[in-house]
């Protein structure tokens, strides 16, 4: 089913009756996206909240340097999108692609703010989401400022257990603030270490 995962994640903090859940699927679009493909670039409103069906994305900052940031990875089960933008319709200060090739769920502010009286409950299920993006955000700002590059390479190690094998070094090394060779010597450390 095209859907089943992503009403798994809604599952985990609202319970839908059937006829909600087809008022909400018929609000959602469905998207494949190639590798590399942007889904959103900075400087444009974001117009949407995406789920990751399947793949994995990422959202990133361009530098003037024209060097990358990345933020966050987004594998499946995942949400994605530049809230700030999506919420306010102001310019995207984040860009996000495809690291894989991927399939997402989305849904725009329109329908979504619609679908808020329509279904209440939806309300508390995305301020949820957002409260824990925040909170991920925060963490991630207090570890990038006040933790080693080896504890945060355990730390996505424990968050993305799965990704380290799948998305290239250089996009972890860039999410880690590290360069592509430092992060060669940590795992090199750690196979040591074990």
Sequence with gaps: MMYGLFFQNIA?????????????????????ISKNEA??????????IYFVNKGCL???????NG???????????????DIISFSLGSPATYSIDALENSEVIYIDLKDLEQ???QI???????RILFQNGFALYQNRLTLALSTSAEIRY????????????RISQKHIASYLGITPVFL???KKRAIENK
């Design 39 to 48: 889904l959103l670039t900075a400087g444009n409103p974001c117009r949407n």
């Design 58 to 64: 990422r959202m990133y900052q361009n530098h003037k």
């Design 184 to 186: 060669s010597i940590i």
């Design 67 to 81: 060097e990358e940031t990345n933020i966050l990875f987004c594998p499946e089960n995942w949400w994605a999108s």
């Design 12 to 32: 985990k903090h609202i319970q839908l009756e059937l006829a909600e859940e087809a008022q909400l699927q018929s609000k959602l679009h469905f998207k494949m």
């Design 154 to 165: 355990a730390l996505f190690n424990k968050q993305y257990p799965m990704l380290h094998n």
């Design 115 to 117: 679908l808020y009286t």
């Design 120 to 126: 209440p409950k939806l309300e508390r299920f995305f």
